[in-house]
């Protein structure tokens, strides 16, 4: 009987026991395959087992007496014994750390009645924490953490109360009746009447359940199995168990706290060091806070502009949503419908096209990570009247933290969903922070084309002259321009914003965030891009309008440029209908546009993106390009080298390619020209550079392309990558 | 689980200049609870540093005591445990048991701490146990030879005293613990 519940679709059972399913969701329960009863049974005794080992080490008792052949002597291990591994020592240690936990749990949802103040809801809730903190010395006890445990141990006590409310009215299954049964001679009659007996006052309905399991509503079955002290494991398998509560929650709270193999792990939200492998330099939670403020620049440039020029740092707020998971800004019924949302989503990394082992995975890198920046996104998007309203930083902030609490948590909540996808491609985007933007660390992500593979010292990245980003751009652009991209709204608001500080002149293109940001898979920095974008529109029109292009698409992808307010993107560019797209490697600009039409999902079609980008990298030198913080005389100061710059990248592009529309080329051809002479020195040594770099992503790019097996595009993308490499030891073999 | 320290007969200035550093190392705020002296700190000043250590302080008088305002026996009750404490000049012949027995059964405690001898002593009888926590300084007692510093960690959990002597000997520290259990009768 139980597979016929197990096969009704493993998780799904339990939509109503909010226990069992954020075990499932939190990976301590097993979820895929669907698992039969027995295998819940088997891994919740172990992770009950491993629990009740923890406790009994590490909660000291001084008294007991040790075994004499281990005791360290009464010298070592004397109250006042200086020694930090004594007994005594553990033991005063473990008050001090008792003494902060309690703090905050005697504050803990303090309204009276509450389920938290119970006391042996705070002992348990004590000794959890207690027992994780000494488990995960790193971290220690941070404030925030019992409110992480706390729901969690309240779902599971909502389950138990269900258990033994089932329990009550559907006695029949859990009475063990026939330990007092008495044989009866007379056979089968007898012995259902017998039955009847037993139940006493229940109506004859109840006595009807009591035939057959199956004819329970699947709910109450489902209950009914799990707690059934007869299957594997006997009673410490128990799943739905009131004794095991505490041994539940810790196990809970601890995959919660490590992310159990996943990526969001609530436990790096709480350290101040840097996470991991990332490249920012900056701690979990800032770069969490950034990567949740680049998603609303991406969503809604003109509210993220607004707060970044009142100085309102996204974690001033977002650390406390962050950190306890939201759990501060809604009701405790809300939080658990939310945490549902949260814990229904899957933790594994976002599966990306890795080239390299040492590919970064950002804080927030997997669809739970974000559907929480997501959501983080949307209670901002809530606000935003009120806080487009406000002209000083203090009242937005004070508006943020105290987020009303009569909002509709469904909608946020299908809000965050839609954004969800744009988060996933976001968190995916590489947008390389040049070091001296402080304001917002970007989050590295790993990426094929990650510049921040172990080839590429992070130094690099700071000498990296721009105008290697900018022939990418001009690639991108080529290709991009006949894109037909899905108008997506936020396009057009960063563009729009983008325009109003510029102010540019340029019109823009239609083509539309979904193929950009699916081709914007090389780190560009906004600098460049706004100078270049200036300098396009300033002079050049149609000659530039590709480069123009692919400056705004590129613009709109890379939000989180600082000095340009971070993700406003300019928008008006002219639009000249470009027969540009041949400046382009015409092969490889359709195999990626082709790649790009397929798909709207960044994830599958990056590969698409490389081949372009480099074959811009590989073709232009680049000349030499001082990016000037302050943006307005960069503008004037960069645009004669820009111009330059562009001249030769386009006059080398003709050089080098076939079918290159003549027009365009040509055109830049005769203003650049005569500026072109003067560059060239400078030029040689940072062109070879570039062309390295160029050969390098080409290679990551087949590798990638090998990994992950090779579906169509996948070849053709390979293609062009290998032809860029010929034209790079064409050009190389030419110097 | 309280930890009461019971140290005494410490003679500063006029017999040591202070606590043994070893001593005063271990002595660190927040691990005890109570503090009981026997008496002859001498001066205010100690009386003010036994206060840092813990600020639940108890002091008889010492015949050598400035403060002449402390109290010649004290009693008080710290768990299921009743402590009587006294200086014990007054009880003579100088750290006979019998005789601190008597002063015992006179206050009704089942844990009786005194000094004035200089040496450390713990006697367990059928009323309860006598404790003596010896000089903490080793200052130079009439009747005690080759004095070494010392003083009692008493840890009382429930119905069981556990008593820790540390004891400053040539230099070292040297702990040793003996068991109490308080019959139910008392």
Request: some cysteine; overall charge negative.
């Given at each position: 009987m139980p597979e016929t519940t197990s096969s009704r679709g493993g998780s799904h059972c339990y939509v109503e026991l909010r226990g069992v399913q954020w075990?499932?969701?939190?990976?301590?329960?097993?979820?895929?395959?669907?698992?039969?009863?027995?295998?819940?049974?088997?891994?919740?005794?172990?992770?009950?087992?491993?629990?009740?080992?923890?406790?009994k080490q590490l909660l000291v008792d001084p008294h007991v007496p040790k075994d004499g052949s281990n005791s360290p002597g009464v010298v070592m291990d004397n109250p006042l014994s200086q020694n930090p591994d004594s007994m005594w020592g553990r033991f005063f240690r473990n008050a001090e750390l008792e003494k902060m936990v309690d703090q905050d749990?005697?504050?803990?949802?303090?309204?009276?009645?509450?389920?938290?103040?119970?006391?042996?809801?705070?002992?348990?809730?004590?000794?959890?924490?207690?027992?994780?903190?000494?488990?995960?010395?790193?971290?220690?006890?941070?404030?925030?953490?019992?409110?992480?445990?706390?729901?969690?141990?309240?779902?599971?006590?909502?389950?138990?109360?269900?258990?033994?409310?089932?329990?009550?009215?559907?006695?029949?299954?859990?009475?063990?009746?026939?330990?007092?049964?008495?044989?009866?001679?007379?056979?089968?009659?007898?012995?259902?009447?017998?039955?009847?007996?037993?139940?006493?006052?229940?109506?004859?309905?109840?006595?009807?359940?009591?035939?057959?399991l199956t004819e329970l509503d699947p709910v109450t079955q489902t209950i009914v199995l799990l707690s059934d002290p007869y299957g594997a494991e006997s009673e410490l398998g128990i799943v739905l168990s009131k004794k095991f509560m505490e041994h539940d929650a810790y196990s809970m709270f601890d995959a919660l706290m490590s992310g159990a193999h996943g990526v969001v792990s609530m436990a790096e939200f709480f350290s101040p060091s840097p996470y991991g492998s990332s490249l920012t330099g900056f701690s979990p939670v800032i770069e969490a806070s950034s990567a949740m403020y680049h998603l609303l620049s991406v969503v809604d440039s003109p509210l993220h502009t607004h707060l970044v020029e009142l100085g309102v740092e996204p974690q001033y707020f977002s650390l406390r949503w962050l950190r306890v998971l939201f759990g501060r800004e809604f009701s405790l019924e809300d939080l658990l419908l939310l945490w549902d949302e949260i814990f229904a989503c899957d933790n594994t990394k976002c599966k990306k096209v890795e080239a390299e082992e040492s590919s970064n995975c950002g804080v927030l890198d997997s669809?739970?990570?974000?559907?929480?920046?997501?959501?983080?996104?949307?209670?901002?998007?809530?606000?935003?009247?009120?806080?487009?309203?406000?002209?000083?930083?203090?009242?937005?902030?004070?508006?943020?933290?105290?987020?009303?609490?009569?909002?509709?948590?469904?909608?946020?909540?299908?809000?965050?969903?839609?954004?969800?996808?744009?988060?996933?491609?976001?968190?995916?985007?590489?947008?390389?922070?040049?070091?001296?933007?402080?304001v917002k660390p970007a989050s590295a992500r790993g990426h094929s084309l990650s510049l921040d593979s172990s080839s590429y010292p992070r130094t690099l990245l700071n000498v990296v002259p721009e105008s290697y980003w900018e022939e990418k751009w001009r690639v991108l652009h080529n290709e991009e321009e006949h894109k037909q991209g899905v108008g997506k709204e936020e396009v057009p608001k960063i563009r729009k914003g983008w325009s109003e500080r510029v102010k540019l002149r340029l019109s823009r293109t239609e083509t539309d965030p979904p193929p950009l940001m699916k081709t914007v898979s090389i780190k560009l920095p906004e600098e460049p891009s706004s100078v270049i974008r200036s300098l396009f529109g300033?002079?050049?029109?149609?000659?530039?309008?590709?480069?123009?292009?692919?400056?705004?698409?590129?613009?709109?992808?890379?939000?989180?440029?600082?000095?340009?307010?971070?993700?406003?993107?300019?928008?008006?560019?002219?639009?000249?209908?470009?027969?540009?797209?041949?400046?382009?490697?015409?092969?490889?600009?359709?195999?990626?546009?082709?790649?790009?039409?397929?798909?709207?999902?960044?994830?599958?079609?990056?590969?698409?993106?490389?081949?372009?980008?480099?074959?811009?990298?590989?073709?232009g030198p680049p000349s030499e390009y001082d990016i000037q913080n302050d943006e307005s005389t960069g503008k004037s100061v960069a645009?004669?080298?820009?111009?330059?710059?562009?001249?030769?990248?386009?006059?080398?592009?003709?050089?080098?390619?076939?079918?290159?529309?003549?027009?365009?080329?040509?055109g830049c051809d005769n203003s650049c020209e005569s500026s072109k002479g003067e560059t060239v020195d400078q030029n040689t040594m940072v062109s070879l550079r570039n062309l390295g770099e160029a050969m390098l992503e080409n290679i990551q790019v087949i590798e990638s392309v090998f990994e992950t097996g090779s579906p169509e595009n996948g070849k053709v993308t390979a293609m062009s990558a290998l032809n860029e490499l010929r034209k790079i030891s064409n050009l190389l073999s030419q110097m | 689980m309280v930890l009461v320290l019971a140290l005494g007969d410490l003679h500063i200035p006029h017999r040591a200049p202070d606590l043994p550093a070893k001593f005063k190392s271990m002595l660190v705020p927040g691990k005890i609870q109570h503090v009981i002296c026997t008496g002859n700190v001498s001066i205010k000043e100690v009386h003010d540093y036994l206060k840092t250590v813990c600020s639940d302080l108890h002091i008889t008088r010492g015949e050598y005591d400035v403060?002449?305002?402390?109290?010649?026996?004290?009693?008080?009750?710290?768990?299921?445990?009743?402590?009587?404490?006294?200086?014990?000049?007054?009880?003579?012949?100088?750290?006979?048991?019998?005789?601190?027995a008597m002063l015992q059964r006179q206050l009704d405690v089942d844990i009786l701490v005194t000094g004035h001898t200089h040496q450390f002593t713990a006697y367990k009888h059928e009323a309860g146990v006598v404790i003596n926590p010896g000089s903490a300084t080793g200052a130079f007692s009439s009747i005690t030879y080759d004095v070494n510093p010392s003083f009692v960690l008493m840890d009382i959990d429930g119905l069981r005293v556990v008593v820790y002597v540390y004891e400053l000997i040539d230099g070292e520290v040297k702990v040793d613990k003996i068991d109490f259990k308080k019959t139910t009768t008392s």
């Open positions: 075990r499932l969701g939190l990976g301590i329960l097993p979820s895929s395959p669907s698992p039969s009863i027995d295998d819940l049974r088997r891994v919740t005794a172990n992770y009950r087992r491993r629990y009740a080992a923890l406790r749990l005697t504050r803990l949802y303090p309204e009276t009645g509450s389920y938290f103040q119970t006391t042996g809801c705070q002992a348990m809730l004590r000794r959890i924490l207690l027992l994780w903190c000494l488990s995960h010395p790193e971290y220690g006890y941070r404030q925030g953490m019992h409110e992480l445990l706390a729901p969690l141990l309240y779902v599971l006590h909502v389950d138990v109360e269900r258990l033994s409310e089932v329990e009550k009215s559907h006695k029949d299954h859990f009475a063990d009746k026939f330990d007092g049964f008495t044989y009866h001679e007379n056979g089968d009659s007898t012995y259902k009447l017998d039955f009847k007996k037993f139940d006493g006052s229940d109506s004859d309905k109840s006595s009807a359940k009591a035939n057959n669809p739970r990570g974000a559907f929480i920046s997501a959501f983080a996104v949307s209670m901002i998007l809530k606000l935003r009247a009120s806080l487009l309203a406000t002209g000083n930083a203090t009242s937005c902030l004070q508006k943020l933290v105290n987020f009303p609490n009569d909002v509709n948590l469904e909608k946020l909540v299908a809000k965050a969903k839609s954004l969800q996808a744009l988060a996933a491609e976001v968190n995916s985007l590489n947008s390389i922070m040049l070091v001296h933007n402080e300033s002079d050049e029109n149609k000659e530039n309008s590709v480069c123009d292009e692919v400056v705004e698409q590129q613009g709109s992808v890379e939000v989180a440029d600082k000095k340009f307010g971070s993700g406003e993107i300019p928008l008006n560019f002219s639009d000249p209908p470009s027969p540009i797209h041949g400046l382009e490697n015409s092969s490889v600009a359709s195999n990626s546009s082709v790649d790009e039409n397929e798909a709207e999902s960044c994830g599958t079609h990056r590969e698409g993106c490389p081949p372009v980008g480099v074959s811009a990298v590989s073709n645009g004669v080298k820009e111009r330059s710059f562009s001249g030769k990248f386009l006059w080398l592009r003709k050089f080098e390619q076939n079918g290159v529309e003549g027009a365009t080329c040509e | 403060d002449s305002r402390y109290p010649e026996t004290k009693t008080l009750t710290i768990g299921q445990f009743k402590l009587g404490i006294c200086h014990g000049h007054q009880v003579i012949p100088w750290g006979d048991l019998d005789s601190l």
